[in-house]
């Protein structure tokens, strides 16, 4: 008799596996953490997060790539690549000396990212971290998220600091001393 009934439950139709597990794991976390502590402070938790992934990721890229820093190209093929990884879909719109613009189709949260715009902080600290640990600084700007009901997201990547950098809403990165 348990047999059978841990065959029927076994067999049923309930979408569960480890990456929608997970992913609604961080959502409800964030959640949680925004309806707590509200949204600055949440995404400041998140970010903290996001500046640890981002220093392993900076230096798994540097170790595959054999290069102690990366360039400003690499830093946005990177940034591509990471997310593409991870089943988003960003892609540079333009990209200067002072500037890198992101797009992005496809969020790697899926559907768990809306309406938790914390989740957002993963981005901003992965793409500020690698570019500023590689180029000296970096501010990155959340123009449009999925998050927030957007079609898509645009992040710019500032470069350096220009007025166009100091009028834009969005977060400043340094370089890290353990970068230098």
Partial sequence: MTNALNHSIATLNVSLERDIFLRTLIRE????????VGLEEASGFISVVGER???QLDQDY??????SKLS?????????????????DFYVVEQDDEKIVFGN???????????????????SNVFGT???NNLGYAKVELQQTIAQGASGCRVIVYL?????AEDAEGREYFRGL???
């Fill in 105 to 123: 189709r496809v969020c790697p949260f899926g559907e768990k990212v809306l309406n938790r715009p914390a989740m957002c902080m993963m981005t």
């Fill in 53 to 55: 992934m981002a220093t």
């Fill in 160 to 164: 350096k600091f220009t007025e166009e």
């Fill in 130 to 132: 690698i570019a500023a």
């Fill in 72 to 88: 400003r190209k690499q830093v946005a093929d990177v940034l591509i690549d990471l997310k593409k990884r991870i089943q988003g």
């Fill in 178 to 180: 353990e970068s230098v």
């Fill in 62 to 67: 540097k170790s595959a790539l054999e290069v």
């Fill in 29 to 36: 976390l964030s959640g949680t953490l925004q309806d707590v």
